[in-house]
């Protein structure tokens, strides 16, 4: 059924953050910004040291590395032309709630956490959307072949009837 879709889709609406291996933003008092979230990612991003340059010995590692760079590169465009802003945002709040408690702001770590529960509930909608929607796809393709069989059926019982006729 849609269910085994639904449970992924759900559960990837409240981690967003493990299909693109964003690094870690480190705990801290600092209130931050989404802004700030994506600047982290690109900057630990450009700063994280790769594999040594592979020798003619083992030519499979060129391929690896290679592929790393490529990954990283398309991860830093994609961070900043805002393909990612939700993830940041998620991140940023987690993180607000978790400073403003730090700081004994109670009410400002409520109001943080309040946001972050609107956002993930906001994203399980739109997950659950998505489901339904290729729920609806799969069904009118379905009905779209039930309706080419009965047609098929149709001309092959005009054609059988024929055939009894003559």
């Known amino acids: 059924m849609i269910f085994h879709r639904v449970i ?3 559960l990837s609406a409240l981690a967003p953050l493990t299909a693109a291996e964003f690094p870690n933003v480190p705990g801290s008092d600092r209130v931050l910004t989404t802004m700030e979230v994506k600047n982290f990612w690109v900057n630990h991003l450009h700063n994280q040291p790769l594999a040594p340059e592979p020798t003619r010995l083992h ?3 060129a391929e690896a590395r290679s592929h790393e760079i490529t990954r990283r590169r398309e991860l830093i465009k ?3 032309a805002g393909q990612h802003d939700l993830a940041a945002r998620l991140v940023c709040l987690s993180h607000n709630v978790e400073a403003w ?5 109670t009410g400002k770590a409520h109001e943080s956490e309040r946001q972050l529960l609107l956002v993930r509930e906001h994203v399980a909608k739109m997950a659950a959307l998505e489901a339904q929607r290729e729920a609806a796809v799969k069904i009118g393709n379905a ?3 039930v ?3 009965d047609a098929e059926l149709q001309r092959l019982q005009q054609l059988q009837t024929q055939l009894v006729q003559e």
Do not use: S, V
């Open 8 to 10: 992924p889709l759900f």
């Open 59 to 61: 030519p499979e590692k």
């Open 78 to 80: 994609a961070i900043r």
């Open 101 to 105: 408690t730090r700081q004994g702001d």
């Open 143 to 145: 009905a779209e072949q």
């Open 147 to 149: 309706a080419q069989m």
